[in-house]
C-alpha cells in the first residue's frame, strides 16, 4: 500500500545544510497502523509531510496506492490527497462557518462519497448525534477532536496521517478517544500513521517505529 525507499530530505539554512531523512526506508500493508515516535526535530511531521506529497524529497520513491508520490504532478497529487488519504492535526482545523455536520461531511463531498448509514454510525460512535447542528465554536475542544476523526474517515481512505491528533486534550480521554479511533479506522479498512510522543497511545497500534538520525527502526 506504502512503500518508501532510498528517501532523502534536507533543509538549508543560512549557509547550513540539514539532513533530515537520509536513505529512509519504510513499508506499510494495506489495514494495518504504525506509532511513529521520535524525538523532537527528528523529522515527523517532514515525512508526513512527503507521504502526502505537500512537500518534495531530494531523492528517493514514495509509492502509494499506485501512485509515484515524489514525482507526481501536483493536480494528481490534490485529487490523491482528496480521496485516498486525510490528514488530522494538532490543531483540529474545523471550518467555523460550516456545521458541524457539514464539517463532518466536508472531505466526502468533496470526492462525492455518500454513505448514510456508515455516517450515522461514525456521528453515534463518537457521540456527537446532538451536536451536528451547532458550530465549532460551540463545541468543547474534545467535541471539536471528534468531529475531526469523523471527517477524516466518512470517507474511508486509504491512508490517515495523523500528527499528534490529540490537540493537548488530557491524557486519559485522549487515550479514550485515540482507542475509539484506532477501531473506527480499522473497521474503515484504512490505515494509520500516527505521530504521538505517548507510548500509552502508541500501544494501540499494531506496531511502532522510531524516526532517528534520518532513518526508520521498528521499536518492537
Ligand atoms: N521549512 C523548513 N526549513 C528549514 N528547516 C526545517 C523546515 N521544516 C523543518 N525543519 C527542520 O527539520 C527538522 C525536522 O522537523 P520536523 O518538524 O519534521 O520535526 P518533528 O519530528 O515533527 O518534531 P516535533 O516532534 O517537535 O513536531 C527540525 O530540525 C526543523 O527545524
Ligand atoms: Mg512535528
Known amino acids: 500500500m506504502l512503500s518508501i525507499k532510498n528517501l532523502c530530505k534536507s533543509y538549508h ?29 527528528s523529522g515527523k511531521s517532514t515525512l508526513l509531510h512527503l507521504i502526502a506529497g505537500l512537500d518534495r524529497p531530494d531523492s528517493g520513491e514514495i509509492d502509494f496506492v499506485g501512485y509515484r508520490v515524489h514525482s507526481e504532478p501536483e493536480p494528481v ?38 454513505d448514510n448509514r456508515y455516517e450515522a454510525e461514525l456521528i453515534g460512535r463518537l457521540g456527537l448525534s446532538d451536536q451536528v447542528d451547532k458550530y465549532p465554536h460551540q463545541l468543547s475542544r474534545g467535541q471539536q477532536q471528534r468531529v475531526a476523526i469523523a471527517r477524516s474517515l466518512l470517507h474511508k481512505p486509504q491512508l490517515v496521517l495523523a500528527d499528534e491528533p490529540t490537540g493537548n486534550l488530557d491524557e486519559n480521554s485522549s487515550l479514550e478517544v485515540m482507542g475509539l479511533f484506532s477501531d473506527l479506522v480499522r473497521q474503515a479498512g484504512s490505515s494509520l500513521l500516527m505521530v504521538t510522543h505517548s507510548q500509552a497511545m502508541a500501544r494501540f497500534m499494531d506496531r511502532r517505529v522510531w524516526l532517528h538520525n534520518g532513518k526508520l527502526e521498528e521499536a518492537g
Do not use: K, P, W
Request: a negative charge; charged letters at 15%; proline letters at 0%.
Open 77 to 114: 497529487l490534490a485529487a490523491l490527497r482528496r480521496s485516498q488519504m486525510s490528514l488530522v492535526f494538532q490543531q483540529f482545523h474545523l471550518i467555523s462557518t460550516l456545521s458541524i455536520l457539514d464539517n463532518i461531511r466536508f472531505q466526502a463531498a468533496l470526492c462525492q462519497r455518500f
Open 13 to 41: 539554512y543560512a549557509d547550513v545544510r540539514q539532513d533530515v531523512l537520509h536513505q529512509l526506508e519504510f513499508e506499510m500493508s494495506t489495514a494495518s497502523s504504525v506509532a511513529l515516535l521520535g524525538e523532537s526535530g
